[in-house]
Nanobody, 119 residues
């Protein structure tokens, strides 16, 4: 079993920055990839970016490309989301997730952390 715990959320003014962390614990951790998602009230869950764990290769949604950066520290089993130039529309609960195998979806999810961007 893998436990994912997000941290780093909070209240920030528009234009500000936050860095979210997602610490993994449990079984020997070596996912195929990890992703960051968010869900705002009344909206569908949105994939923001994902990273191949072994290579560090990343992809991003158009809505955050150039503002958000996904990275990982393999030694610490930790995933990060650096968010810059935040906008009020970035307000949401942010989740990390881990996919153990290619093409089989996400197996583990964190509990979420709230990010609120004030105008």
């Amino acid at each position: 079993q893998v436990l994912l715990v997000e941290s780093g959320g909070g209240l920030v003014q528009a234009g500000g920055s936050l860095r979210l962390s997602c610490a993994a614990s449990g079984r020997t951790f070596g996912p195929y990839l990890m992703g960051w998602f968010r869900q705002a009230p009344g909206k569908d869950r949105e994939l923001l970016g994902r990273i191949l764990w072994s290579t560090g290769s990343t992809t991003y949604a158009d809505s955050v490309k150039g503002r958000f950066t996904v990275s990982r520290d393999i030694a610490k089993n930790t995933l990060y989301l650096q968010m810059n130039s935040l906008k009020p529309e970035d307000t949401a609960v942010y989740y990390c997730a881990a996919a153990l195998f290619m093409g089989k979806g996400y197996d583990y999810w964190g509990q979420g952390t709230q990010v609120t961007v004030s105008s």
